[in-house]
């Protein structure tokens, strides 16, 4: 796979395949193309050469199909800053085809630490509250495969712990692409591909 | 995990309501489109001043002001996200079509809440006399729908321009003109009191226009969504 932005190359020559219960690190510093990367994973651009394929028990997957399997947490996939952290769980629940009900998602809330502050607009969030919120819709719908882009970033001691254990239980429930540039972060991963 | 799973349908809506919800905490368009519509409003009424305006000058002027303050304002419903970063999340989350027919509820439903403003503004500062009332409501309402369908798709697509404003009216006006030529029209017959069966053959080509430009834009969105 490549991915050129005009006539810059970002990567080249990419092939790598990650199956279930495994956990892949991509590494690289800044520009190499880790953030790139992981969007033409979720489908949000397309690559250059080359293409993206899930399989599952041998069938190949259609990009709707893994939407609904697939979520990424990324500094910039930014939540409704005007709406409540229970409205944004809310819509995006919904607008994926679930629905909640309000106390699940209060339960939601509560488990990646923003207890009683379902109802205060994102906008009222530190950048670390905004993040944790982002694992909270990450995991609302139990992705077969997360991505994660500078999980930790704007993550305090205890947000840091959490998020140990979101890889953790990923781990156990499918595949897990982490993109980082921290050094005691690469230890998450059974492979690592290094974009430098 | 969630109990039940959403229609297509119900998918749409939710993007519509958090569209409304997100518009009456912000008002990003409407208070741009409401201001453009009361200061046009106020400064065609103070030049025409005394004089009384011919049926065909009102129902034009009045379709002026309407597409005018719809440019100011229809745009915002995808550069808002543009600008907020929520244009990644949405993609993620969504399918094209629900997108674009949420988004296009929002915009109907914003042009005609401009609609209920205007028209009595317009009454009132420029004498605007409506003979045969129903027809003239049947024209705004299915011009109303023609020029969501055409905006809405043309929004999506100067939202990642950086001259998105003057590009957004520039790129629809040309589609627009068929469809504003004939709401004036049935906007004249409507003023001069002419019955409902003189002003079908408008209706008729308001929704045949609406209809195409529903389904090029459903067809079309998907391209011009990806990036």
């Known amino acids: 796979m490549s991915k050129y932005f005009g006539a810059r190359k970002v990567f080249k020559g990419l092939n790598f395949s990650v199956t279930e219960h495994q956990s892949l690190v991509i590494t690289g510093k800044n520009g190499s193309g880790k ?62 085809g679930i629905m909640f009900e309000n106390e699940e998602l209060k339960t939601r809330i509560e488990k990646v630490g923003l207890k009683k502050r379902e109802d205060d607009l994102v906008s009222f969030f530190s950048s670390g509250m905004k993040q944790r919120l982002k694992y909270a819709f990450a995991l609302m719908n139990d992705p077969k495969i997360l991505l994660l882009d500078e999980p930790s970033s704007n993550l305090d001691k205890e947000g840091i712990s959490y998020l140990e254990n979101v890889i953790y239980e990923q781990k156990k429930r499918g595949i897990l692409i982490l993109a980082t540039n921290h050094k005691d972060e690469i230890r998450y991963g059974d492979q690592i591909v290094d974009l430098d | 995990m969630g109990t039940k799973s959403s229609t297509w349908i119900e998918q749409a809506l939710s993007i519509f309501q958090k569209d409304i919800k997100s518009e009456l905490r912000t008002r ?19 030049s025409v001043g005394q004089f009384s305006l ?6 034009s002027l ?42 296009f509820f929002f915009n109907w439903a914003l042009l005609l809440f401009l609609e209920i403003i205007i028209v009595p503004l317009f009454i009132l500062l420029l004498g605007l006399n409506l ?29 990642k321009a950086h001259i998105k404003g003057a590009l957004f009216a520039v790129l629809s006006f040309p589609i627009l003109l068929p469809l504003l030529i004939v709401c004036i029209d049935g906007t004249y017959l409507s003023i001069q009191g002419k019955s409902f069966s003189e002003g079908v053959s408008d209706l008729k080509v308001l929704v045949s226009f609406s209809v195409v430009m529903l389904i090029l834009s459903l067809l079309l969105f998907d391209l011009v969504w990806k990036e």
Request: hydrophobic share 55%; charged share 15%; with cysteine.
């Open chain 2, 28 to 46: 990003y368009a409407l208070n741009a489109i409401v201001m453009f519509a009361v200061v046009t409003l106020a400064v065609v009424g103070f």
């Open chain 1, 35 to 96: 953030t790139t990367l992981l969007k033409i994973l979720s489908g949000l651009i397309s690559p250059s050469n080359g293409e993206v394929v899930f399989n599952s028990n041998g069938d190949l997957l259609k990009r709707e199909e893994v939407k609904r399997i697939l979520s990424l947490v990324a500094p910039d996939l930014n939540l409704y800053e005007e709406l409540s952290a229970l409205e944004n769980l809310k819509f995006l629940s919904r607008v994926q």
């Open chain 2, 131 to 159: 003979e045969n009332f129903w027809l003239f409501i049947c024209v705004l309402v299915l011009g109303s729908l023609g020029l969501v369908c055409a905006t809405t798709i043309i929004a999506a697509m100067v939202s």
């Open chain 2, 62 to 103: 009045f379709w002026v002001v309407i597409f005018f303050s719809s440019m100011s304002g229809l745009a915002q419903v995808f550069i808002k996200e543009e600008e907020a970063k929520t244009v990644n999340l949405l993609k993620l989350v969504a399918s094209p079509s629900n997108i674009f027919l949420g988004k």
């Open chain 2, 54 to 59: 011919s049926p065909k000058v009102s129902s």
